[in-house]
């Protein structure tokens, strides 16, 4: 039996050596993350077994990897004496939970896409400028953010709404500006906080109510105001080295919940309670009696009739009278098996004006518990603030403030030619900048395009701008109308315009990875679709192209100049040349389709880094919509059209996928456009 049993022996080994070869091969998508990690940190020898092409992380044991199955998992190389950056493929790494790549000499900017999976991250005492990476908000399962002592610098933005298990965050030594982003109050699980040695200013609020926090370290900023009473009691607070108020702090907000920090037993712990018990009932009945005296003031000042109807809030209807505030319900998510399918999904097309301010509306992929009469935030659930909502005595009720023309005229040095960023059909685009540092964008309305003795049209157009609120809008903040001049004042987005990075110069295409430009293309459809799906009656934008999209610090993009459509009805043009849809030579003709034909030449705009019109190229190529859409359905000549800029850093999977989108949009008949929700969905799976 012998013979017999060696053919059968030398197979079962021969399976369990290629078995345990198959296991031990590392994801492809892996490896080249951290080929691209190891080439872009200078190919250190002290890193042992990494190379920069090919290899098997996982079966070879690479050196600070560690690997379940076929995915990496963890990234251990703290103290190594690296150097460079670390890439821009981190953010492939599907599975890695852990991320330490603290005390080294790393520099340059922390990779804006940054694996989603992550719960440990630690890049602190190496050299990374920048902000911190945008990809933060996305990792619902972080419990350790340290980049403490680096460069980083520029404003936190508010991406913490979506973290509720993070413990520890550790931003020290740094030259981080601004205010505590508002968002810091939803860590809830948030034990110790480390803000010491940066240049933040502002109150401390948002720390307050956090309930496990015991451990705060702010010291060496520009804090000002009063230090919270609920911080006082917790285990380890370092506050000195800011500009800290010496009169008597104000009473708390009612409302405000107390956080009992003392844990000693015993009847007067008992006592402590009931006292703040009785407190906390006395606050909220007396809460409650101003806020009926608030309603009742409100609705008779309802009744009263103003100057300007920019003032008057929406009247409540029969059927909605009496209806509570609602929180809008997670989008369905639409599903595409082919390019077929997405073409095939229709809307109607509108061409509402925004004559009649907008409310929001049921769609398909936004569901709502009640019949909505008031404009929502469809994105995240509206927070009420002091800052958010006007007092009782105030006439603005839409929360935007009112500025006077001489503050306005000084922080714009006079609207002189050195602060303008910005003219079009509309009027022009100033730059204010405040003593206390604030800075705004002011746009001033060509007073020709508002009919003559009609000073309620320019307070209609604020009131029906100042209802639209979407995380990728460019907010705005107030308006001034006096002597004749009617002023809009947005937010000042210090990155520019996607024009700008595209196209005004090359140093500014350098950050817009190919994963960037697929994120600033899903914010600005999603924008574009609150504007046709959420608002009702629909509002078409008319004039969307890369000048009007701009981009913060994280270069997360917000949609401006929307609601301006009745505007462009009276303008000879709607848009640059390029941007108009074929069947917009009478602007009239423009509807719902005619943005999504826009859209679509901003998409050509971020794939191939083009105008949309360039006279100094060849007759055949000036028009970037002609010359590109006969090539987008070839993968060969695709990658010849992409930006140089991208350095062919890009899947070409991802980059055909994209394309396929675009030549949807840009189709010359509306009727075979899709509808912008069909857009955001496909984008979706691109991100």
Same mark, same amino acid.
């Not at 920048?130 to 399962?141: K, T």
């Not at 930006?643 to 994209?658: K, R, T, W």
């Given at each position: 039996? +012998?013979?017999?049993?060696?053919?059968?022996?030398?197979?079962?080994?021969?399976?369990?050596?290629?078995?345990?070869?198959?296991?031990?091969?590392?994801?492809?998508?892996?490896?080249?993350?951290?080929?691209?990690?190891?080439?872009?940190?200078?190919?250190?020898?002290?890193?042992?077994?990494?190379?920069?092409? /090919?290899?098997?992380?996982? /079966?070879?044991?690479?050196?600070?990897?560690?690997?379940?199955?076929?995915?990496?998992?963890?990234?251990?190389?703290?103290?190594?004496?690296?150097?460079?950056?670390?890439?821009?493929?981190?953010?492939? =790494?599907?599975?890695?939970?852990?991320?330490?790549?603290?005390?080294?000499?790393?520099?340059?900017?922390?990779?804006?896409?940054?694996?989603?999976?992550?719960?440990?991250?630690?890049?602190?005492?190496?050299?990374?400028?920048?902000?911190?990476?945008?990809?933060?908000?996305?990792?619902?399962?972080?419990?350790?953010?340290?980049?403490?002592?680096?460069?980083?610098?520029? #404003?936190?933005?508010?991406?913490?709404?979506?973290?509720?298990?993070?413990?520890?965050?550790?931003?020290?030594?740094?030259? =981080?500006?601004?205010?505590?982003?508002?968002?810091?109050?939803?860590?809830?699980?948030?034990?110790?906080?480390?803000?010491?040695?940066?240049?933040?200013?502002?109150?401390?609020?948002?720390?307050?109510?956090?309930?496990?926090?015991?451990?705060?370290?702010?010291?060496?900023?520009?804090?000002?105001?009063?230090?919270?009473?609920?911080?006082?009691?917790?285990?380890?607070? %370092?506050? @000195? @080295?800011?500009?800290?108020?010496?009169?008597?702090?104000?009473?708390?907000?009612?409302?405000?919940?107390?956080?009992?920090?003392?844990?000693?037993?015993?009847?007067?712990?008992?006592?402590?309670?009931?006292?703040?018990?009785?407190?906390?009932?006395?606050?909220?009945?007396?809460?409650?009696?101003?806020?009926?005296?608030?309603?009742?003031?409100?609705?008779?000042?309802?009744?009263?009739?103003?100057?300007?109807?920019?003032?008057?809030? %929406?009247? $409540?209807? %029969?059927?909605?009278?009496?209806?509570?505030?609602?929180?809008?319900?997670?989008?369905?998510?639409?599903?595409?098996?082919?390019?077929?399918?997405?073409?095939?999904?229709?809307?109607?097309?509108?061409?509402?004006?925004? #004559?009649?301010?907008?409310?929001?509306?049921?769609?398909?992929?936004?569901?709502?518990?009640?019949? $909505?009469?008031?404009?929502?935030?469809?994105?995240?659930?509206?927070?009420?603030?002091?800052? &958010?909502?006007?007092?009782?005595?105030? $006439?603005?009720?839409?929360?935007?403030?009112?500025?006077?023309?001489?503050?306005?005229? *000084?922080?714009?040095?006079?609207?002189?030619?050195?602060?303008?960023?910005? %003219? @079009?059909?509309?009027?022009?685009?100033?730059?204010?900048?405040?003593?206390?540092?604030?800075?705004?964008?002011?746009?001033?309305?060509?007073?020709?395009?508002?009919?003559?003795?009609?000073?309620?049209?320019?307070?209609?157009?604020?009131?029906?701008?100042?209802?639209?609120?979407?995380?990728?809008?460019?907010?705005?903040?107030?308006?001034?109308?006096?002597?004749?001049? *009617?002023?809009?004042?947005? #937010?000042?987005?210090?990155?520019?315009?996607?024009?700008?990075?595209?196209?005004?110069?090359?140093?500014?295409?350098?950050?817009?990875?190919?994963?960037?430009?697929?994120?600033?293309?899903?914010?600005?459809?999603?924008?574009?679709?609150?504007?046709?799906?959420?608002?009702?009656?629909?509002?078409?934008?008319?004039?969307?192209?890369?000048?009007?999209?701009?981009?913060?610090?994280?270069?997360?993009?917000?949609?401006?100049?929307?609601?301006?459509?009745?505007?462009?009805?009276?303008?000879?043009?709607?848009?640059?040349?390029?941007?108009?849809?074929?069947?917009?030579?009478?602007?009239?003709?423009?509807?719902?389709?005619?943005?999504?034909?826009?859209? @679509?030449?901003?998409?050509?705009?971020? =794939?191939?880094?083009?105008?949309?019109?360039?006279?100094?190229?060849?007759?055949?190529?000036?028009?970037?919509? &002609?010359?590109?859409? $006969?090539?987008?359905?070839?993968? #060969?000549?695709?990658?010849?059209?992409?930006?140089?800029?991208?350095?062919?850093?890009?899947?070409?999977?991802?980059?055909? +996928?994209?394309?396929?989108?675009?030549?949807?949009?840009?189709?010359?008949?509306?009727? =075979? &456009?899709?509808?912008?929700?069909?857009?955001?969905? +496909?984008?979706?799976?691109?991100?």
């Amino acid at each position: 039996m +012998a013979p017999n049993l060696q053919p059968s022996i030398l197979f079962i080994a021969c399976f369990g050596i290629f078995t345990s070869v198959v296991l031990a091969k590392t994801d492809s998508q892996d490896v080249s993350a951290l080929n691209d990690a190891y080439k872009s940190m200078n190919s250190p020898s002290k890193l042992n077994g990494w190379s920069s092409s /090919g290899g098997d992380p996982c /079966g070879d044991s690479w050196d600070g990897i560690t690997c379940k199955g076929s995915s990496v998992t963890e990234i251990k190389v703290s103290g190594r004496g690296l150097s460079g950056s670390l890439g821009y493929q981190l953010g492939n =790494l599907k599975s890695l939970t852990y991320l330490d790549v603290s005390k080294n000499n790393l520099n340059g900017n922390l990779p804006y896409q940054l694996p989603e999976s992550l719960v440990y991250l630690d890049g602190s005492e190496n050299d990374f400028n920048g902000n911190v990476p945008y990809s933060v908000s996305l990792m619902n399962d972080l419990s350790y953010l340290n980049l403490g002592r680096n460069n980083l610098n520029g #404003e936190l933005s508010d991406m913490f709404q979506k973290l509720p298990k993070l413990e520890t965050i550790d931003l020290s030594s740094n030259q =981080l500006t601004g205010k505590l982003p508002q968002s810091f109050a939803n860590l809830t699980g948030l034990k110790t906080v480390h803000l010491q040695d940066n240049q933040f200013k502002g109150s401390i609020n948002s720390l307050r109510d956090l309930p496990q926090i015991d451990d705060v370290n702010v010291a060496n900023n520009q804090f000002t105001g009063w230090i919270p009473n609920e911080l006082k009691n917790i285990g380890n607070l %370092e506050t @000195g @080295g800011n500009k800290w108020s010496n009169s008597k702090a104000p009473s708390p907000p009612p409302g405000t919940r107390h956080i009992d920090r003392d844990s000693s037993g015993g009847g007067g712990g008992s006592s402590k309670a009931l006292i703040t018990g009785i407190i906390v009932a006395v606050a909220t009945i007396g809460g409650l009696i101003f806020f009926a005296g608030l309603i009742a003031l409100l609705c008779r000042r309802r009744n009263t009739h103003h100057s300007s109807h920019f003032f008057d809030e %929406e009247k $409540p209807t %029969e059927e909605t009278k009496g209806k509570p505030l609602f929180t809008p319900q997670s989008s369905q998510m639409l599903q595409f098996d082919s390019m077929d399918d997405f073409r095939g999904q229709k809307t109607v097309d509108s061409n509402t004006s925004v #004559e009649t301010r907008p409310s929001v509306k049921r769609t398909s992929s936004v569901s709502f518990k009640n019949t $909505p009469t008031f404009h929502l935030i469809p994105s995240s659930p509206v927070v009420a603030t002091p800052d &958010r909502f006007a007092s009782p005595d105030s $006439p603005d009720t839409h929360g935007v403030k009112v500025f006077a023309l001489a503050d306005l005229q *000084n922080s714009a040095a006079g609207f002189s030619p050195s602060r303008l960023i910005g %003219e @079009g059909t509309i009027g022009r685009v100033y730059k204010a900048k405040y003593q206390d540092g604030r800075k705004f964008a002011v746009k001033e309305i060509d007073s020709s395009l508002l009919g003559k003795g009609n000073p309620e049209e320019f307070s209609h157009i604020v009131s029906n701008i100042s209802s639209i609120h979407h995380p990728n809008m460019a907010e705005l903040v107030g308006y001034c109308s006096e002597q004749g001049r *009617n002023l809009l004042v947005y #937010e000042y987005f210090t990155s520019g315009s996607l024009n700008r990075f595209l196209h005004q110069s090359d140093d500014f295409s350098k950050p817009l990875t190919w994963n960037t430009r697929i994120r600033i293309a899903l914010g600005t459809a999603q924008a574009i679709e609150y504007l046709h799906d959420v608002c009702s009656p629909p509002l078409v934008h008319k004039n969307v192209k890369s000048s009007n999209i701009l981009l913060d610090n994280e270069l997360t993009p917000h949609l401006s100049d929307y609601g301006m459509a009745n505007f462009h009805h009276r303008t000879s043009q709607n848009l640059g040349v390029g941007y108009n849809a074929p069947e917009c030579t009478d602007p009239s003709a423009y509807t719902l389709k005619s943005d999504v034909y826009s859209f @679509g030449v901003v998409m050509l705009e971020l =794939l191939t880094g083009r105008m949309p019109y360039d006279s100094d190229r060849p007759k055949g190529e000036q028009s970037l919509v &002609r010359w590109a859409k $006969p090539q987008l359905k070839d993968m #060969e000549t695709l990658e010849a059209m992409a930006d140089p800029a991208l350095c062919g850093l890009y899947s070409p999977e991802s980059v055909s +996928a994209f394309a396929d989108i675009v030549s949807i949009c840009v189709m010359s008949e509306p009727g =075979l &456009r899709p509808p912008v929700s069909n857009v955001v969905e +496909a984008l979706k799976k691109l991100v």
